[in-house]
């Protein structure tokens, strides 16, 4: 279960066949459907009491538009509470229920099949078959009685569509996906906690608050992280392992490029002393996240490490990114829980590592030298734990808007759909503090943007840059880092530490881990970083960088070399008549072939125009001789070298041969 708002609907279901009469006071309009899982090897429907006394099913069928589920029996759901009806026996991860199946206890199921595609599923009222309650997915019938607007989307396998409003709209928007088997956390119930905190950077403290922190365990170490094969972590875990620690730690089991070969090799080693590693996998139709993105390590139930970086050596040493050590026995077991709730081995998708990988052999693994860097100062601060899926949008969505100050947001990625502010996000969120008068700043990574002009964060930034006054820049680096893989918002005098990127699989599918810690001191450390990266603003300079230039393909035009003041908007006339045609600090454009007037008009945020006019040569695909063309002004120049050389080389001959 994923979250329940305000319902209280436990997935222990204890409703029980019983022979009565249906209670006296019941409302119709209190019966709802409140799961739906379609795809995989059987479909499942559950139904919610919301009443104060228990209703009798056998008032009641459901209905897909082609087939019926009837009860022909008394079937008693008791208030507050559900029941599951399923089509066959279910997989072992469907758990923590009682299910009637079809053909059991009365229920006579007739052309009742629930397309993976889409389909529409009734809960009507057996006397007058009017629908009591209505649930339309995919590309099912959306003008079905008791449906309004839009249909949900489609559910995959192994996912089910679970009632997460505590009123009944008769929209999608009363709906979420979920899978069985994650956790329910609340903000409410994950607490909050006075601790010491000790906030660091990455890469300047190539990641020593970690090491100072791993260092110190005397019992128990649990890691879980997308990735995991910096040697030098790998080989203090070994030095902890032969001092008696227990070492368990969890993976993702399919991270983005597949899994390192370093990391299984590793593994296989701290496997091979003593460690527990586990893998997040799904077995083909289950897993209870899309990805276990979490950064994260609980020390001795007392200290608990949280990074945006992957714990590797490149992203400790070459990343941009913020991390944090909380110390806090209360904070801390907390986060413990939540790891056993992950990695528990009943669980159909935490597999062994020899499970996965049975004959990979260990590396080589030098001795630990302990590290000797600079200490970090700590700071008293009151931290919550935020959980993805279980809360962290919702969470976020409170702090940005009751936001007075500033919020600061140095994001690897940001979804471009975002960008359109009638959907809820971060981003509208940000652009209505913004119109409220805050200081909204927005840092966002390119350095793995490409150049086909497609929708990425530097369009993203293009798009939102100036809206309502809010800031937006892009970042491609800097002297003494490369990716900006950070994912952390400072909203007034509080910060998150964040595996969280702007998307909404981050925040709706994976599991993540961020820490709300509230602090000025802290909030202020690292918003010093945060305005270090975010630069001076500059004078109104414009440079075009033109790439391509064949007909038939992408023309990219990038001004992101430029430096331009804070709120200054990009477009671009690519027909020389004053017409903006295209947006955004970089382009991509199929130019005819042909010689093109063009113009950059860039406006900065008080309005001021600036125009920087330059032409384009597009070349036919089958003739480039032309590009030669830009460099023969530069032939005077080779044949003076040329013929320099050719003197030395006549004079040296000459001395050679008297």
């Known amino acids: 279960m994923n979250r329940i708002t305000a319902i209280i609907c436990v997935f222990a279901l204890i409703a029980v066949p019983c022979i009565s009469h249906d209670a006296q006071g019941a409302n119709d309009d209190a019966v709802w459907l409140y799961e739906v899982m379609p795809a995989g090897s059987f479909e499942a429907v559950t139904i919610f009491n919301a009443n104060s006394v228990k209703i ?65 599923v009734a809960l009507k009222k057996a006397s007058n078959n009017q629908a009591i309650d209505t ?66 950077v ?91 993105h979490s950064k994260y390590a609980v020390i001795d139930s007392g200290t608990t490490v949280i990074t945006s970086e992957n714990w590797r050596e490149g992203s400790f040493n070459g990343n941009r990114g913020w991390g944090a050590v909380v110390d806090d026995r209360e904070y801390s077991e907390y986060m413990r829980k939540i790891f056993l709730a992950d990695c528990d081995p009943s669980r159909y998708d935490v597999f062994p590592l020899k499970e996965i990988y049975p004959s990979a052999a260990p590396i080589s693994v030098p001795s630990y030298n302990m590290r000797t860097g600079q200490d970090h100062e700590a700071f008293p601060a009151s931290v919550r734990p935020v959980l993805s899926p279980d809360f962290s949008f919702e969470h976020l969505k409170k702090e940005m808007l009751s936001a007075s100050d500033r919020i600061y947001a140095e994001q690897m990625s940001i979804q471009y759909a ?4 009638s959907m809820q996000s971060p981003v509208s969120w ?72 702007w998307s909404n699989a981050a925040f709706t599918n994976n599991r993540e ?24 603003d500059a004078e109104m300079h414009l440079i075009v960088d033109v790439r391509g230039g064949v007909a038939g393909e992408a023309t990219v035009l990038d001004a992101s070399s430029s430096s331009f003041p804070a709120g200054t908007m990009f477009g671009w006339d690519l027909n020389g008549d004053g ?31 600036y125009v920087y006019e330059f032409t384009v040569t597009v070349h036919s695909k089958d003739n480039n001789s032309d590009l030669f063309e830009p460099y023969i002004k530069y032939a005077p120049i080779l044949a003076i070298m040329l013929a320099i050389f050719a003197a030395a080389v006549i004079r040296r001959m000459r001395g050679r041969y008297g």
């Not at 913004?434 to 990574?445: E, S, W, Y």
């Not at 810690?517 to 305005?531: E, G, Q, T």
């Open 513 to 536: 881990v961020a820490v709300q810690i509230s602090s000025k001191d802290v909030a202020d450390y690292f918003a010093s970083y945060f305005l270090l990266d975010w630069g001076d």
């Open 579 to 609: 017409i903006v045609d295209r947006t955004g600090i970089k382009i991509a454009a199929a130019l005819p072939e042909g010689t093109h007037c063009c113009a950059l008009i860039a406006t900065d945020g008080s309005g001021v125009m």
């Open 202 to 292: 990455f890469p300047d403290s190539r990641g020593d608050p970690v090491f100072r922190a791993l260092e110190k365990a005397k019992t128990e170490v649990l890691i879980s992280v997308y990735l995991l094969d910096h040697r030098e972590i790998v080989s203090l875990l070994m030095m902890l392992l032969s001092k008696g620690v227990t070492v368990v730690i969890l993976l993702e089991g399919s991270p983005a490029g597949g899994v390192p070969d370093t990391e299984i090799r590793y593994m296989t080693a701290l496997h091979e002393k003593g460690a527990s590693i586990f893998i997040m996998k799904g077995n083909g139709v289950y897993k209870r996240y899309d990805l276990n």
């Open 430 to 501: 940000s652009l209505t503090a913004a119109g409220n008068g805050v200081d909204v700043r927005i840092l966002a990574d390119v350095t793995f943007d490409t150049d086909n002009g497609g929708a990425n964060n530097y369009t993203a930034v293009s798009v939102i840059n100036g809206t309502n006054g809010l800031q937006a820049r892009t970042i491609n680096g800097s002297d003494t880092f490369g990716l900006t893989h950070n994912k952390g918002v400072i909203i007034d005098d509080t910060v998150w530490v964040s595996s969280i990127n």
């Open 135 to 200: 649930f339309v997915y995919g590309n099912g019938d959306t003008k079905a009685q008791g449906w309004k607007g839009d249909a949900f989307g489609r559910i995959p396998a192994g996912k089910m569509a679970v009632r997460s409003s505590a009123f009944d709209t008769d929209t999608a928007n009363d709906w979420s996906i979920s899978v069985i088997g994650r956790t329910g956390e609340t903000a409410t119930s994950s607490g909050q906690y006075d601790s010491m905190v000790t906030p660091f």
């Open 56 to 120: 009798n099913l056998k008032n009641y069928y459901l209905d897909d538009g082609e087939g019926t589920v009837r009860f022909t029996s008394d079937l008693f759901i008791d208030a507050k509470q559900c029941v599951t009806i399923a089509s066959a026996a279910p997989e072992p991860w469907f758990t923590g229920r009682t299910v009637y199946l079809f053909g059991t206890y009365g229920i006579v199921a007739k052309s009742f099949i629930l397309a993976d595609a889409g389909d529409e």
């Open 418 to 421: 975002w960008t359109d502010i």
